[in-house]
Each structure stands twice: as C-alpha cells, then as structure tokens.
T-cell receptor, first 112, second 114 residues
Framework: DGGITQSPKYLFRKEGQNVTLSCEQN?????MYWYRQDPGQGLRLIYY???????QKGDIAEGYSVSREKKESFPLTVTSAQKNPTAFYLC???????????FGDGTRLSIL | GNSVTQMEGPVTLSEEAFLTINCTYT??????LFWYVQYPGEGLQLLLK?????DKGSNKGFEATYRKETTSFHLEKGSVQVSDSAVYFC?????????????FGTGTRLLVSP
C-alpha cells in the first residue's frame, strides 16, 4: 500500500541536542511538508518542498532544518536553537496543484 | 488574509445523535475546503473535500457543503457512532506563489458515548 511513513513514533531529546525525524513516502508525490501540532491548536507549517533539492521556509522555520535529496524522503532536523521543541510533528505529501495533502502518523518529540 | 474558525470543543453526544461542527473561513480568491479527522495518537486523514461553491463533499455518512455566501463549510452527520470520537479539523487550501498552502482551524474534539 502507498503511504507516508514517519519514524520514530516517539523521540526524546536532551537539552542542546539535535534530533532528526524521518519521513518517507511511496506515493510518487512531488511536494512534501512538515507541520508542528501543539495541544489545542491547529497545525503550523515548518518547511515545505515542491521538488527535489528545493525547499522553502514555512511560518515557523526558526530552529529547524530540512533536506530533500530524494523525491521519497524529507527529513526534519530539530536543532538546539529550537527552544520549545516538545510537540507532535506531522509530515505530509501531495501532488502539485489543488490536491489534498496526505499525512503520516506523526512523531511525538519530548525533552528529557 | 486566509484563516479558518471552528467551534470550540469538546462536542459531547450520545450515539445516534445528529452532529454539526461549525466552520467558517476568510479567504482571498477561491480556496478549496477540507475536513480532516485525527484519531488519538495518529496523523490526519482526509474525510471530505469541496473545491468550489455549492459543492457537497461526503464520506462515511459525513457531509459538508461549500457555502460562499456565508463563507462556511459546516460538517454534519445524521447519526454518530462511538467510533466517530476524534478531533476534526477544517482546512482551506489556496495557491501561494505557485505552491499550495493549507490553513487549519484549531480542531474540534468529538466525544460520542454509548
């Protein structure tokens, strides 16, 4: 079955540590996205990529970095510069244009 | 700007009750509208969509009609089940300098009791 796989499901970070969240899709979608979800809030866009080797900042990119070396993969690194990293992170992908985004099951990041 | 406003939750219903979750939007241009559902500990699943005014999206007994005159996209279901308990997100999609941007409401939690 085609879909989006995020790993790990739960991740713990020590203060001052960078961590990388994995996102892989086999839907052959060009566009991929990272969102952050905080309790009682909607999703906020961190980064997006429309094509391999290209990505753009979203609304809350500070303290995060991404890469898009392969069409299938869009990893997100939460750096030590992100002062409040505890959240639920969701990856999504879509065909270009006015098409719905498909989401992975998310990674919950917590600070030790 | 573009924004989505949903009714505050939680919405608590008994099984077989009628459900309405209100959603209104502000948008420039002609957005597409979506409802997504999130079950505990999971990602978002697309529930239904509408791409132009007067379109009705429907899936699994849920319906929503794109009302341009009232800028609304209310979610309805005639008879809810316990398994419908989840968080529901209304979202609008618009094109921004060549890429699609989704704007989400804050979500409405639905709790259905037997």
């Amino acid at each position: 079955d085609g879909g989006i796989t995020q790993s790990p499901k739960y991740l713990f970070r020590k203060e001052g540590q960078n961590v990388t969240l994995s996102c892989e899709q086999n839907l052959n979608h060009d566009a991929m996205y990272w969102y952050r979800q905080d309790p009682g809030q909607g999703l906020r866009l961190i980064y997006y990529s429309q094509i391999v080797n290209d990505f753009q900042k979203g609304d809350i990119a500070e303290g995060y970095s991404v890469s898009r070396e392969k069409k299938e993969s869009f990893p997100l690194t939460v750096t030590s510069a992100q002062k409040n990293p505890t959240a639920f992170y969701l990856c999504a992908s879509s065909i270009q244009g006015r098409q719905p985004q498909h989401f992975g099951d998310g990674t919950r990041l917590s600070i030790l | 700007g573009n924004s989505v406003t949903q009714m505050e939750g939680p919405v608590t219903l008994s099984e077989e009750a009628f459900l309405t979750i209100n959603c209104t939007y502000t948008a420039t241009g002609y957005p597409s509208l979506f409802w997504y559902v999130q079950y505990p500990g999971e990602g978002l699943q697309l529930l239904l969509k509408a791409t132009k005014a007067d379109d009705k999206g429907s899936n699994k007994g849920f319906e929503a009609t794109y009302r341009k005159e009232t800028t609304s996209f209310h979610l309805e279901k005639g008879s809810v089940q316990v398994s419908d308990s989840a968080v529901y997100f209304c979202a609008l999609l618009f094109m921004n300098t060549g890429f699609q941007k989704l704007v989400f409401g804050t979500g409405t939690r639905l709790l259905v009791s037997p």
